[in-house]
């Protein structure tokens, strides 16, 4: 069996890659209606911790979140299929069948619809998130792995590894629209729904390709760290962030300028990046270093390192509720992350 991933699993991969507002207020409020003690000193902010484990399928992979039905969706690589998660009661709704080593998820979440690529198959399943049952499948390129979603347009983007190249796929046709080449092995994808901006990581060409999604032409290259692997996008911001798998740091980039404006450093082999845009903060999963590295968008910096069940690659936020999703890609567990002052 073929199989996808970082660092992890590079051996085994294909041969050619290797690889806070509310709470605030909610604060202020508490500290208001507190009686004054002159020597009381402020108790300070809950760190982020693990605060549940879930049990899923056989070497869970990718995580995405809809943040409308508090669904949380696990692809599960060795099981084929998808755990279904609801976020309030942190169990398993249901559990999905779907096409061969399932690696990466997305959700649209204005229509419900949850995409999985299928690695091994070189497909893309559809998934009523309503009914929670495959509605079709869409053939792409070779090796698809990761997947984005522009939740303005429905577009679908997936990176396929074995081809070099991205499949555009609408979200109402449910059919490939595009294939646009990009660098060498590519991995994650990220789409900024603002500007319709498209942004790969290129794992073995060591850059970021810049897609319009207008176009569905690259318009940019941007040179990043050693063998970069997961994308994600601020949106409010206009920021960029890429994890760079070997080089264990993060690059920042300005969407504006498309230019790296800062590196910062993390755990060991970063793969999945995600992004609170409400409250700015940044999200990476530490593959081998069994961690999650929490960064302020606003001084860029790591304020925490959360030690978390096994090797972490995919990683997803739950911006209206702060909690933040991981897996073990060694076992056969999600986990439940949960921020400062929570």
């Not at 202020?28 to 902010?45: D, E, N, Q, Y």
């Not at 901006?197 to 290259?221: F, Q």
């Amino acid at each position: 069996m073929t199989r996808p991933g970082v660092y992890l699993s590079a051996a085994r991969r294909h041969p050619r890659g290797r690889q806070a507002a509310a709470a605030s207020i909610g604060a202020l409020a508490l500290a208001l209606a507190a009686p004054a003690v002159a020597s009381a000193a402020p108790a300070a902010p809950a760190a982020p911790a693990v605060t549940a484990t879930i049990t899923v399928g056989s070497q869970p992979w990718g995580v995405a979140v809809n943040p409308v039905t508090d669904t949380v969706y696990v692809a599960n690589s060795f099981s084929n299929s998808v755990s279904v998660i609801s976020g309030r009661t942190r169990t398993v709704t249901g559990t999905i069948d779907v096409g061969d080593l399932p690696t990466q998820v997305a959700v649209n979440s204005r229509t419900g619809t949850v995409y999985v690529t299928d690695y091994n198959a070189g497909t893309v399943s559809v998934i009523d998130g309503r009914t929670d049952t495959v509605t079709d499948t869409i053939a792409v390129g070779s090796y698809p792995e990761w997947i984005a979603l522009n939740p303005v347009t429905g577009t679908v983007y997936v990176t396929n590894q074995g081809s070099d190249s991205v499949s555009v796929i609408s979200g109402r046709t449910d059919t490939v629209t595009a294939t646009i080449g990009v660098g060498a092995a590519p991995q994650g994808v990220a789409v900024n729904p603002l500007t319709g901006t498209v942004y790969v990581a290129n794992t073995n060409s060591h850059n970021v390709s810049v897609i319009s999604g207008r176009t569905n032409t690259v318009t940019g290259t941007i040179t990043v760290g050693t063998n970069p692997t997961g994308v994600a996008v601020n949106p409010l911001a206009g920021i960029v962030y890429v994890a760079n798998n070997v080089s264990d740091n993060v690059s920042v980039i300005s969407g504006r300028t498309e230019t790296v404006t800062a590196t910062i450093p993390v755990g060991t082999n970063p793969a999945g990046v995600a992004v609170n845009p409400l409250a700015g903060t940044v999200y990476v999963a530490n593959t081998l270093g069994g961690t999650v590295s929490v960064i302020s968008g606003w001084t860029g910096r790591v304020t925490a390192t959360v030690t978390v069940p096994g090797h972490p690659v995919g990683i997803a936020v739950n911006p209206l509720t702060g909690e933040v999703y991981t897996e073990d890609n060694s076992g056969i567990t999600a986990s439940v992350i949960t921020p400062w002052g929570r």
